[in-house]
């Protein structure tokens, strides 16, 4: 099997690390039957992909086998982050097999991590929404979720582009990821309703990028952001790159 190697990841103080020890129990606890779940947030640089990047090591450090659907077909934060290890051709990934460039075993990568595997996108797209919403994206994500104790999917935001969505329609349950104090609560509702209208219900929000100073200023939680969904700590940070085209080719 191909291989992946994970660099050196920021390092966790006592409190982060538990607040992702807590993210991920609560991802256990959801249902015997719920396995693949999709992060996303309202735009970019809130700290999704790097969240889902520590949630997969984390639960895969349990004894889990678990495997992270890079779905950011427009904007990869992964594909800069991480070192794919290719003795021949370019990295094959979800857009190769998607498109009919290559089998399902071709976009899967090990890591140097025991129990997590990653499937990267390969390749940049402009118009993903066709390999998306495709049946062939569904039944990969049936597959993994037979293979794997968990499937993770790190999704584009959701407010702004509608991708986000189309991925949820295959995914048991979603997790919204929030830079503290950034967004509005009209944008957090708008993004959590255009999830729950795929089908696809929303199983809690993590607040990241929190500051000790703001964690003192607990009555700003219950004004900022009220309702049914669970609320999680952490902090990280995102970046994006450009994108291009690719054509699909018939299986």
């Given at each position: 099997m191909k291989q992946v190697s994970l660099r050196e990841q920021d390092?966790?103080?006592?409190?982060?690390?538990?607040?992702?020890?807590s993210i991920a129990t609560n991802l256990t606890f959801v249902g015997r039957h719920m396995n693949k779940f999709v992060m996303t947030s309202c735009v970019a640089s809130e700290g999704k992909s790097s969240l889902c990047l520590q949630l997969m090591l984390n639960l895969a450090q349990r004894g889990n086998s678990?495997?992270?659907?890079?779905?950011?077909?427009?904007?990869?934060?992964?594909?800069?982050k991480l070192k794919f290890e290719q003795r021949e051709g370019a990295i094959q990934g979800l857009v190769h097999y998607l498109a009919g460039y290559c089998e399902l075993d071709d976009a899967l990568y090990q890591t140097d991590a025991e129990g997590a595997y990653i499937i990267p996108i390969g390749d940049t797209v402009a118009n993903p929404l066709p390999l998306l919403d495709s049946p062939d994206f569904s039944q990969m994500m049936e597959e993994l979720s037979k293979k794997f104790d968990y499937v993770l999917v790190d999704a584009p935001p959701i407010g702004v582009i509608i991708d986000a969505a189309v991925i949820a329609k295959s995914c048991d349950g979603a997790?919204?990821?929030?830079?503290?104090?950034?967004?509005s609560k009209r944008e957090v509702v708008d993004a959590v309703q255009q999830l729950e209208q795929s089908g696809c219900p929303v199983l809690g929000c993590v607040i990241n990028m929190v500051t000790v100073k703001s964690l003192a200023e607990k009555s700003y939680y219950k004004k900022y952001y009220s309702g049914h969904y669970s609320k999680y700590y952490h902090g990280y940070g995102d970046k994006t790159d450009a994108s291009k085209d690719i054509k699909p080719k018939k299986r």
């Open positions: 390092a966790l103080d006592y409190s982060g690390q538990e607040a992702l020890n678990v495997v992270m659907v890079d779905a950011d077909l427009r904007a990869s934060f992964l594909m800069s997790v919204f990821v929030m830079a503290y104090g950034k967004r």
